[in-house]
């Protein structure tokens, strides 16, 4: 069965203190995979895809990367407003994707 | 560009009452999709459409939940006889194709309250 599991459900961080987002997939014919952050109140905001084992993706403090069975989410000397849910999510063999519960993510100033 | 928009913003009805819920896709998306997330949930997926087809209906709750999709744009989400476990965030999100390799991109929601 497909499945996306994410860890830790909660992560606090003070401000500046770098952490990981780990993202477990177990997906038949990986298509792609997705993170999202997702704001109080707010639907997901698209941030990466990542196709291939090996491939990394970064974007301001953010970097993801992708193994054959994992995703990382770094986050470099975050600032308060990181704070926030990041959800990943896993393409299948068919149309639909695969989501994970998602992490919350407070960072203190 | 725009991007998705939902409508309403925020729902308050009455135990029984039929609400409709209204998902603008992003120009050009042909595949748009229908999600429900509950308070510190994750997403469940409910509908998608293929252009005005919807190929799997498999994730509606009940056969109180109907969605359909005009002119390959808009979509509607209806819910006959609201009952309280139906109060959820009702997202909405569209993309290129509807295959799995490309990003969904999602709207604000709408926050439906059944009391």
């Known amino acids: 069965e497909d499945q996306v599991t994410q860890s830790p459900e909660a992560l606090r961080l003070q401000e500046g203190e770098s952490s990981s987002l780990n993202c477990s997939y177990t997906v038949s014919g990986l298509r792609g995979l997705f993170w999202y952050r997702q704001d109080p109140g707010k639907g997901p905001e698209f941030l990466f895809t990542l196709y291939s084992a090996g491939e990394e993706k970064e974007k301001e403090r953010l970097k993801a990367t992708l193994t054959k069975k994992e995703s990382f989410l770094h986050i470099t000397a975050p600032k308060p407003e990181d704070s926030a849910t990041y959800l990943c999510?896993?393409?299948?063999?068919?149309?639909?994707?695969?989501w994970g519960a998602g992490t919350k993510l407070i960072i203190k100033p | 560009g725009a991007g998705v928009s939902q409508s309403p913003s925020n729902k308050v009805t009455e135990k029984g009452k039929d609400v409709e819920l209204r998902c603008d896709p992003i120009s050009g998306h042909t595949a748009l999709y229908w999600y429900r997330q509950s308070l510190g949930q994750g997403l469940e997926f409910l509908i998608y459409?293929?252009?005005?087809?919807?190929?799997?209906k498999s994730g509606l709750p009940s056969d109180r939940f109907s969605a359909e999709r005009t002119g390959g744009s808009v979509s509607t989400l209806t819910i006959q006889r609201t009952q309280q476990e139906d109060s959820a965030v009702y997202l909405c999100?569209?993309?290129?194709?509807?295959?799995?390799?490309?990003?969904?991109?999602f709207g604000p929601g709408t926050r439906l309250t059944v009391t």
């Open positions: 999100a569209s993309s290129v194709r509807d295959t799995s390799s490309y990003e969904q991109y």
């Open positions: 999510a896993a393409g299948s063999s068919n149309y639909q994707l695969i």
């Open positions: 459409f293929q252009g005005n087809s919807a190929p799997d």
